[in-house]
């Protein structure tokens, strides 16, 4: 399912998946907390081969960390695939 991120001010990530006619459903996904630590979100794919949506982001400290779907809406907790990511937010 293609959709948008967005992360609010209280570090809440949001999931606004798409209708397949080039617009949002009308609801969003809370996708988990704690994401105001990150200086960009990437976008969901499938990162690891399993079928399922992932997501990337890059924290303030330049970590390039890679967050696996659970298959539930939700993700895993992050682990860092790189570093020195920090000037690409």
Known sequence: ???????????????????GKGGFRAVRSQVGTG???????GPLGDFTGDGRADVVGIT???EFRLYAGNG???VYAGRVIGTGWQRYF
């Open 1 to 19: 399912m293609v959709g948008v991120l967005a992360v609010d001010k209280a570090g809440v990530l949001w999931l606004y998946p798409g209708n």
């Open 35 to 41: 994401w105001n630590t990150l200086g960009s979100v």
């Open 60 to 62: 303030m400290a330049g």
């Open 72 to 74: 539930k809406g939700r």
